[in-house]
């Protein structure tokens, strides 16, 4: 089970963080990643990490603005979103990687979060 | 970035039809990062073929993937109700990985 939380409204330029606590396998052998996808959009992958947090990767978009973490011993995953833009709208998902690395498909997610950045 | 373009961008079938979806990518991709994923709105996306042309778990045996280099496909041989959805390829062999835009399957 993944459960995300901490999404919003909030004001360009403006900070969440979001977080993602999961259950029910062995967390930090996998993958964690987070998707979005904005209203009226497809899917678009943000960021994904690794189960040691030892590779990490980010779309060019949310690069040097979003960064991605977790905690092995909470089963958590965080995407912290700071200078957020309108563009940054959208449902979150954060889903689990089917492999330790991060180059891996995910077949487990979340419901997703809405993000809303307005002004 | 590898860039992937889905078409059609809508493909209206009857159920009972076969569905071929195509998946294109800039770049070659290697077929083991090579992914389809259903989505239904308000839903979570819903894994289907990894590595080109695995089964995810529970997945039916009528959605099958096939493809090498810059060309894959998801077939669904037989439409049932629930399958008009959208679907999304995606590969992870890059870094970033990225989404096609999305085929849209609909009822005829």
């Known amino acids: 089970q993944l459960v995300e939380s901490g999404g919003g409204l909030v004001q360009p330029g403006g900070s969440l963080r979001l977080s993602c606590a999961t259950s029910?396998?062995?967390?930090?052998?996998?993958?964690m990643t987070w998707v979005r996808q904005a209203p009226g959009k497809g899917l678009e992958w943000v960021s994904v990490?690794?189960?040691?947090?030892?590779?990490?990767y980010y779309a060019d978009s949310v690069k040097g603005r979003f960064t991605i973490s977790r905690d092995n011993s909470e089963n958590t995953v965080f995407l912290q979103m700071n200078s957020l833009r309108v563009g940054d709208t959208a449902v979150y998902y954060c889903a689990k990687g089917r492999q330790y690395r991060p180059h891996t498909s995910f077949d487990y997610w979340g419901q997703g979060i809405r993000v809303i950045v307005s002004s | 970035e590898i860039v992937l373009t889905q078409s059609p961008g809508t493909l209206s079938l009857s159920p009972g039809e076969r569905a071929t979806l195509s998946c294109r990518a800039s770049?070659?991709?290697?077929?083991?990062?090579l992914a389809w994923y259903q989505h239904r709105p308000g839903q979570a996306p819903r894994l289907l073929i990894y590595?080109?042309?695995n089964r995810a778990t529970g997945v039916p045996d009528r959605f099958s993937g096939s493809g090498s280099g810059t060309d894959f496909t998801l077939t669904i041989s037989r439409l049932e109700p629930e399958d008009f959805v959208v679907y999304y390829c995606?590969?992870?062999?890059?870094?970033?990985?990225?989404f096609g835009q999305g085929t849209k399957v609909e009822i005829k």
């Open positions: 995606q590969q992870y062999g890059g870094s970033p990985g990225t």
């Open positions: 990490i690794s189960g040691g947090s030892g590779t990490i």
């Open positions: 029910g396998f062995n967390f930090d052998n996998y993958a």
């Open positions: 770049q070659s991709v290697s077929s083991s990062y």
């Open positions: 590595g080109t042309s």
